[in-house]
């Protein structure tokens, strides 16, 4: 079992609707980050969390430490938000990253 | 600003073949210096990460190596490639010590088919 499980795998949209991509973890961290990834591969980083909530944009991601849960969600999708999107989380002791396998979303227009 | 390159951004190698790929991060110092792989259909592997030159851990036994000749360069070798090394590969940075209080930034990436 991976410490890191995304759901959905791939999840397609209609532009407009409202998205959520759920992340859950098996190991105790001090940092969780939501990445984005393009078609072309490239990666960047959306947010980094502890704790609470952060918001940025369209974009909102949660984390849960006692449940050990995140969740990004995306507010009024548009067909520019199509991308892999991935969780990644610090285990605590570590300075590696583990990571989710990503959570495809198309939004058609 | 901090800025990151790796290169080349494609490779088509033959089995046998040597491998090179070089980071460089630009605009700040003692950088942590990661490297990952993505093969296809799969997530993120952490290969190699380096807190400081000379300094670099091995997360995963395979036929590819690491240095880390300068302070800002990391370069992910390889002496001899085999099928299963394709993929995309991705050179990152964070600052400091720790990544709980620190972004990390990638590289556009490596895209390597070995034939």
């Known amino acids: 079992k991976n410490e890191v499980e995304q759901s959905p795998q791939n999840l397609t949209a209609q532009e407009g609707e409202f998205i959520t991509i759920n992340c859950s973890y098996s190991v105790g961290i001090s940092a969780l980050h939501w990445l984005q990834q393009h078609p072309g591969g490239g990666i960047v980083s959306l947010f980094m969390?502890?704790?609470g909530k952060k918001k940025h944009g369209r974009l909102i991601a949660t984390i849960n430490i006692q449940e050990k849960h995140s969740s990004l969600h995306i507010t009024a999708s548009h067909p520019r938000d199509s991308a892999v999107y991935i969780c990644a989380v610090k285990a605590g002791g570590s300075e590696k990253l583990v990571f989710g396998k990503g959570t495809k979303l198309t939004v058609n227009p | 600003s901090q800025t990151i390159h790796q290169w080349p951004a494609t490779l088509v190698q033959p089995v046998g073949s040597p491998l090179s790929l070089e980071c460089t991060v630009e605009?700040?110092?003692?950088?942590?210096l990661y490297w990952y792989r993505q093969a296809a259909g799969r997530g993120l592997q952490l290969l190699f990460y380096s807190v400081g030159i000379g300094q670099i851990s091995s997360e995963v036994p395979q036929n590819l190596s690491a240095s880390r000749p300068q302070d800002r360069q990391f370069i992910l070798s390889s002496k001899k490639l085999l099928l299963s090394d394709s993929g995309f590969y991705l050179c990152a940075w964070s600052r400091g010590v720790t990544l709980s209080g620190n972004t990390i930034y990638f590289g556009e990436g490596s895209w390597l088919t070995v034939v």
């Open positions: 605009g700040t110092s003692n950088p942590n």
């Open positions: 969390l502890s704790s």
